[in-house]
């Protein structure tokens, strides 16, 4: 049993139990409909096979194995054996030559299927068409067993110990006794109505790693790239800063294909962090010179009624390159954006009187209906030198004159205020309200407990973390969309969490290139051939230009 727990759980962890985007992807992320095979009739000779449950305690069906396989490659690079020794693990936790050839035959573009059954593991498993003629002939030196063709594997330890090949559908089955290879040919029917189907209770989890937080775990859908992923019963007192947050992620705004990575859930002490923060600067404002302490008490009561109108809903976004962008929902947009207009405003007026009596500050400029995009206003604030006041490792923010261009627009649809920044601030801005008019609004989503969008691979991803918060930050804000999103939302009900992922498909991986007798030689050189063999100067070639970015605009 232990074997085939390994493989059912490494499935799952390729389906995408580890939240980070998919791998290489293309084409079409519409959901296909999968028809389950039929019944199988009954081979003459065959015992009736045993009743497989509906909620089985172990079981796997994958339609398209090729593309899962990418999955795994992508969601865990490097942590999960090659598919091959999966399939031999499957097998037997100790792997024969018999075990090891059969692998090998193995074919990734047709439905796999498995489960554990009467306590036994059963395995239905598609052979390549090129390999039948030499896995016939490796069963026909096995002793026989039964009336229908099936074979003994002599296997004394843990293991399958029968396997019969199907020449006419070119599946072979692998169980225990002969009701469990003839059960392994309705596994498809019963389990493969979704093109993925994973299920593990959490006593077969346990087995695999000593534990399991839940007391079932379903995964079903087209395949790995549009899935959901149902836990039952989970234990989430290891999971760190759940606590901290709740339901009313704005799941709509993620919509705009722009973004590279970005995420949304809604701060569950939103309202006891707005009141610390406006009572400990009221307590710094009442300590300060009479002569500014108006001015700050004025500040003070336009900031409150900014954040007193946040209802804890916050998105946080990168993309494309060099913009960083943030929402923050309220129950009253309208009454959000007039107040953020007045305490901008406030401000800049502060600091053109106090550039006047010669304090050595960024000038503050703010347009205040700069532009309209999707029936909204955009509002832009511009702090010119701003390098003087914002920290070095966001100066990828600011545009080539040094300024920090904030823009702004407040949409009731959407569920609160939406900001950008970087050097195009307002037409990033714009861009993101065009493309998620016919998204979910917000308040259509007040029942996700958190959201995400990825649209970069995961090479890109894994790189993110690497490196102390400047370097983080740069590669951050750097990022660019470069391929289709994958959106990720978490629900919950109690102790059940349901988790959708939907994207591209993904695009199954190359066949492994075969190893070159000249390992290690130079390659030809091309260029040579066709020009008498001089090769081109690389000093005398076009120089390399780096891809412009929009230019700014002065508000």
């Not at 049993?1 to 290489?24: D, E, H, N, Q």
């Not at 600011?398 to 920090?404: I, P, S, T």
């Not at 070159?516 to 040579?528: D, E, L, Q, V």
Request: glycine share 10%; charged share 25%.
């Amino acid at each position: 049993m232990r074997a085939f727990s390994r493989i059912l759980f490494a499935a799952s962890l390729a389906m995408g139990l580890v939240l980070t985007p998919g791998c290489k992807q293309t084409g079409d992320s519409k959901t296909t409909k999968t028809v389950a095979p039929a019944k199988p009739r009954r081979t003459p000779g065959m015992p009736k096979p045993y009743r497989l449950p509906a909620k089985p305690e172990l079981a796997i069906y994958l339609a398209a194995p090729a593309e899962a396989i990418a999955a795994s490659a992508a969601y865990a690079p490097g942590v999960l054996p090659s598919y091959r020794a999966l399939i031999q693990k499957a097998l037997a936790d100790t792997p024969s030559d018999f075990d090891k050839r059969v692998a090998v035959f193995i074919d990734t573009k047709r439905a796999w299927a498995a489960a554990s059954v009467d306590g036994q593991e059963i395995l239905w498993l598609p052979i390549s068409a090129g390999k039948k003629v030499e896995l016939t002939s490796l069963l026909a030196n096995l002793p026989p067993e039964g009336k229908f063709g099936a074979v003994k594997l002599k296997r004394t330890g843990p293991g399958a110990k029968l396997a019969w090949f199907d020449n006419k559908n070119g599946y072979i089955a692998l169980a225990d006794d002969l009701r469990g290879i003839a059960t392994a040919r309705t596994l498809p029917h019963e389990y493969g109505k979704n093109g993925l189907f994973v299920a593990i209770s959490a006593e077969q989890a346990k087995r695999f790693t000593g534990q399991a937080p839940f007391s079932r775990l379903e995964i079903k859908g087209a395949g790995p790239h549009d899935f959901t992923l149902s836990i039952e019963d989970t234990d989430t007192s290891n999971v760190p800063g759940l606590e901290k947050i709740t339901e009313g992620a704005l799941t709509g705004m993620l919509s705009s294909k722009q973004i590279a990575l970005g995420v949304s859930t809604k701060y569950k002490g939103h309202a006891g962090w707005v009141k610390k923060q406006l009572s400990s600067a009221k307590r710094t404002i009442s300590k300060q010179n009479f002569l500014i302490r108006g001015n700050l008490e004025n500040l003070h009561r336009r900031a409150g009624s900014v954040l007193r109108s946040w209802d804890g809903r916050v998105l946080v976004g990168v993309g494309p390159s060099r913009h960083l962008l943030l929402a923050f929902g309220s129950a009253d947009a309208g009454k959000m954006g007039a107040s953020t207009h007045r305490l901008i405003e406030g401000i800049r007026d502060n600091i053109s009187m106090a550039r006047q009596f010669g304090v050595n500050i960024p000038k503050v400029r703010f347009a205040k209906s700069k532009m309209t995009a999707a029936g909204h206003n955009i509002a832009v604030v511009a702090i010119q030198s701003a390098k003087k006041v914002v920290p070095k490792e966001y100066w990828d923010l600011l545009d080539d004159r040094g300024e920090l261009r904030i823009a702004m627009a407040f949409s009731k649809r959407a569920g609160g205020g939406m900001v950008t920044i970087g050097g195009s601030a307002e037409k990033v801005l714009g861009t993101w309200l065009e493309q998620i008019k016919k998204a979910p609004a917000g308040a259509d989503t007040v029942k996700d407990l958190a959201a995400a969008t990825f649209a970069v691979d995961t090479k890109t991803m894994a790189s993110l973390g690497n490196g102390d918060l400047g370097k983080v930050a740069s590669k951050l804000l750097s990022l660019n969309a470069k391929q289709a999103p994958t959106s990720v939302v978490v629900r919950r009900d109690d102790a059940r969490y349901e988790i959708t992922v939907q994207g591209p498909r993904v695009k199954p991986l190359p066949p492994a290139r075969a190893a070159s007798a000249n390992r290690g030689a130079r390659p030809p050189n091309r260029a040579a051939g066709r020009s008498g063999g001089k090769s081109r100067s690389p000093g005398r070639g076009k120089p390399i230009r780096a891809p412009s970015r929009p230019k700014p605009t002065r508000g």
